[in-house]
């Protein structure tokens, strides 16, 4: 009975959350790649502007938020951190339902870690939406020095699967915020695009409804809903 009643009183808050922070959507990304490639500093550097030098192996799945503001709407990215190991890949491939994005991270100094990335492009497409828009991301771009992917590779193979790609440094920030920015945009362009699908009479792409996308390819909702049904998610997840 009293978790029964924490879980009313923390869904109650979060929608007061919402309700003072004026959120309009809530944007899931996940974040997927091999283990030790940087995924959990990059989404750290994005989300609170940290790096942490003894960061362990994630575990399961986890999540960090981050508002931002796109085209004048106030956009919750609900980022989702994905353990790379092996043995977890049955666990996370549940948590690719409903992402509208996601940053798929490779280590330069690394060359398995990209020769890995068609592979992690396969799942992705298996488990997520078609219209996903991803963000191929090289990590560590700050150890150039020790560089065994060259650029032109990545670059190449982001083209040739219609992905955006960016280098990055969570140690230094340098382009991080940049690639997160160009995914929510991205990802704000697709809902834009789908709510005209829909047939809502909308010609301004900053004022479709949430009701014109229900039942669309991609399902958006609103924050309140999205994240509340999340967090039910969490408190039963035995990862």
Same mark, same amino acid.
């Given at each position: $009975?009293?978790?029964?009643?924490?879980?009313?009183?923390?869904?109650?808050?979060?929608?007061?959350?919402?309700?003072?922070?004026?959120?309009?959507?809530?944007?899931?990304?996940?974040?997927?790649?091999? %283990?030790?490639?940087?995924?959990?500093?990059?989404?750290? @550097?994005?989300?609170?502007?940290?790096?942490?030098?003894?960061?362990?192996?994630?575990?399961? #799945?986890?999540?960090?938020? @981050?508002?931002?503001?796109?085209?004048?709407?106030?956009?919750?990215?609900?980022?989702?951190?994905?353990?790379?190991?092996?043995?977890?890949?049955?666990?996370?491939? *549940?948590?690719? @339902?409903?992402?509208?994005?996601?940053?798929?991270?490779?280590?330069?100094?690394?060359?398995?870690?990209?020769?890995?990335?068609?592979?992690?492009?396969?799942?992705? @497409?298996?488990?997520?939406?078609? %219209?996903?828009?991803? $963000?191929?991301?090289?990590?560590?771009?700050?150890? =150039?020095?020790?560089?065994?992917?060259?650029?032109?590779? *990545?670059?190449?193979? *982001?083209? &040739?699967?219609?992905?955006?790609?960016?280098?990055? %440094?969570?140690? %230094?920030?340098?382009? =991080?915020?940049? *690639?997160?920015?160009?995914?929510?945009?991205?990802?704000?362009?697709?809902?834009?695009?789908?709510?005209?699908?829909?047939?809502?009479?909308?010609?301004?792409? &900053?004022?479709?409804? #949430?009701?014109?996308?229900?039942?669309?390819?991609? &399902?958006?909702?609103?924050?309140?809903?999205?994240?509340?049904?999340? $967090?039910?998610?969490?408190?039963?997840?035995?990862?």
């Amino acid at each position: $009975m009293n978790q029964e009643m924490n879980g009313d009183v923390a869904q109650q808050r979060l929608q007061q959350e919402y309700e003072h922070e004026k959120i309009d959507y809530v944007f899931k990304v996940v974040v997927i790649g091999d %283990s030790a490639v940087g995924k959990t500093q990059i989404l750290s @550097r994005f989300a609170k502007n940290e790096f942490c030098f003894d960061s362990k192996s994630t575990i399961g #799945v986890e999540f960090q938020t @981050r508002t931002v503001t796109i085209n004048g709407k106030v956009i919750k990215a609900q980022i989702w951190d994905t353990a790379g190991q092996e043995r977890y890949r049955a666990v996370t491939s *549940a948590y690719y @339902r409903g992402a509208l994005g996601a940053t798929l991270v490779y280590d330069i100094t690394k060359r398995a870690s990209f020769d890995h990335v068609a592979r992690w492009v396969e799942e992705l @497409r298996t488990h997520a939406d078609s %219209s996903i828009a991803i $963000m191929l991301i090289g990590n560590k771009g700050d150890l =150039v020095d020790q560089r065994a992917v060259p650029t032109a590779d *990545a670059v190449e193979f *982001a083209e &040739d699967q219609g992905l955006f790609f960016s280098e990055t %440094s969570a140690l %230094s920030g340098e382009n =991080v915020e940049s *690639a997160f920015f160009k995914l929510l945009e991205e990802i704000y362009k697709v809902i834009s695009k789908k709510a005209l699908e829909c047939g809502n009479g909308k010609t301004n792409a &900053d004022n479709f409804s #949430v009701a014109a996308i229900k039942g669309a390819k991609i &399902d958006i909702i609103s924050g309140p809903e999205m994240e509340i049904s999340e $967090m039910k998610k969490l408190s039963t997840c035995s990862c």
